[in-house]
């Protein structure tokens, strides 16, 4: 037997005699519903290195200029070269890249712009990214076909991929095999810069530790910076304010 009720805007469904299995979370019975097969597979959308998760579809490089042009361009620029929205989407390989399967330009030390191109090791990777959450203004609106379309003209814009290609589940595959940086995965570098120390490599201290915490860690000026004024950009209530993050002139 159930009842819909609300408190303020939200309407809950209490339902006396739902049974366990049912009601989900136990600590708070009769609230919440385990979800349907059809609520998982709509948010179950990852595309997994091996490529598990892909949906099927294709789309081809001149589609995909039609849909970055209209979707995309306006943020990261004709070519994927602007730097305001984000790092360049291209930009930085060479076809000796293609070949090894590792951006040279990476261990250059004077090496400052890094493009999506230059650094993402993994196909899948870059499909699942604009699928979930491109345009930024509209995530999770392009379709299966737009991804693919969209992600072969980013391919070509590399010269990963000649202009009459059509990229599909079916060949995405062997196209992993030509990402510049396929090889390049490693997690042995800072966070901000290749020089620095790496955040995910220590090891817990199980004895006489140090009784005092050090940030040793930190993000780097420019990378602090580059996106202004943090704490305008923060909501005016919470606990959490943003930093003032404004360039020291
Ligand atoms: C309204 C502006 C806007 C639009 C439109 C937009 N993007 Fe983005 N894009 C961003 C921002 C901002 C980021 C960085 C997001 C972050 O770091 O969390 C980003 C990040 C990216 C990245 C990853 C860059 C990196 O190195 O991390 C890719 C690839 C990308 N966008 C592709 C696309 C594609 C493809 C489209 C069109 C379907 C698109 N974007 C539309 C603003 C936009």
């Not at 469904?13 to 049974?19: D, H």
């Not at 789309?59 to 361009?73: N, R, S």
């Not at 990229?167 to 030509?178: C, F, G, P, T, Y």
């Not at 940030?215 to 305008?232: K, M, P, Q």
Request: aromatic share 6%.
């Amino acid at each position: 037997m159930c009842r819909l009720i609300s408190v303020g805007l939200l309407f809950l469904l209490s339902c006396a005699s739902m049974n366990p299995a049912q009601a989900g979370d136990l600590s708070y019975p009769g609230v919440g519903r385990t979800a349907t097969a059809r609520e998982i597979e709509v948010w179950n959308i990852d595309v997994r290195p091996d490529f598990k998760g892909l949906p099927k579809g294709s789309g081809t490089v001149l589609q995909g200029q039609q849909v970055w042009d209209a979707k995309c361009a306006s943020c990261h620029g004709t070519f994927g070269e602007l730097t305001q929205m984000s790092a360049p989407i291209v930009g930085g390989t060479t076809a000796e890249d293609v070949r090894t399967g590792r951006v040279a330009a990476l261990s250059n030390p004077n090496t400052v712009l890094r493009s999506a191109i230059m650094k993402v090791p993994t196909l899948s990777t870059l499909w699942d990214y604009l699928y979930r959450a491109m345009p930024w203004n509209a995530p999770k609106s392009l379709s299966v076909d737009e991804s693919y379309a969209v992600t072969a003209y980013i391919l070509n814009l590399a010269e990963i991929v000649p202009e009459d290609f059509s990229l599909s589940d079916e060949n995405i595959k062997a196209i992993q095999d030509r990402m510049p940086n396929r090889h390049g995965m490693t997690r042995d570098h800072g966070l901000a810069t290749v020089r620095g120390r790496p955040d995910v490599s220590d090891t817990d201290c199980m004895k006489d530790c140090a009784s005092k915490v050090t940030v040793r860690a930190t993000i780097s000026e420019d990378a602090l910076h580059s996106h202004g004024d943090l704490s305008l950009q923060n909501r005016s209530f919470g606990p959490v304010r943003g930093l003032t993050a404004v360039k020291k002139q």
